[in-house]
Nanobody, 127 residues
Framework: QVQLVESGGGLVQAGGSLRLSCAAS????????MGWFRQAPGKEREFLAA???????????STADSVKGRFTISKDNAKNTVYLQMNSLKPEDTAVYYC?????????????????WGQGTQVTVSS
């Protein structure tokens, strides 16, 4: 059974930083895509960043323009864990943050392409 467990969310002041972690179990995701999304109340789920390890088509990563330069995704294949380092946080970054993973090696930023999802972790940025 595949499980994704996020941690690292919380309350932070504007300008601060947080690092989210997503530990995967039940499957090795080194050759698949793992990504981060967020959803604020009343808004659609938003892609943030995704990363894929070395596969037949090579490594790949993508970061949304809205967070580029502030958010960085990384992966530790040995720990089957993906991270999202978030710097210079703004009140508009307040949302529930989700980790997700695909069941194939196809690079994608579309939420419906992700087969596995974590339970989400709340990030609140105060002004």
């Amino acid at each position: 059974q595949v499980q994704l467990v996020e941690s690292g969310g919380g309350l932070v002041q504007a300008g601060g930083s947080l690092r989210l972690s997503c530990a995967a179990s039940g499957r090795t995701f080194s050759n698949y895509v793992m990504g981060w999304f967020r959803q604020a109340p009343g808004k659609e789920r938003e892609f943030l960043a995704a990363i894929r390890g070395v596969s037949w088509s090579g490594p790949w990563s993508s970061t949304a323009d809205s967070v580029k330069g502030r958010f960085t995704i990384s992966k530790d294949n040995a720990k089957n864990t993906v991270y999202l380092q978030m710097n210079s946080l703004k009140p508009e970054d307040t949302a529930v943050y989700y980790c997700a993973a695909t069941a194939t090696a196809i690079a994608t930023i579309i939420p419906s392409d992700y087969a596995y999802w974590g339970q989400g972790t709340q990030v609140t940025v105060s002004s």
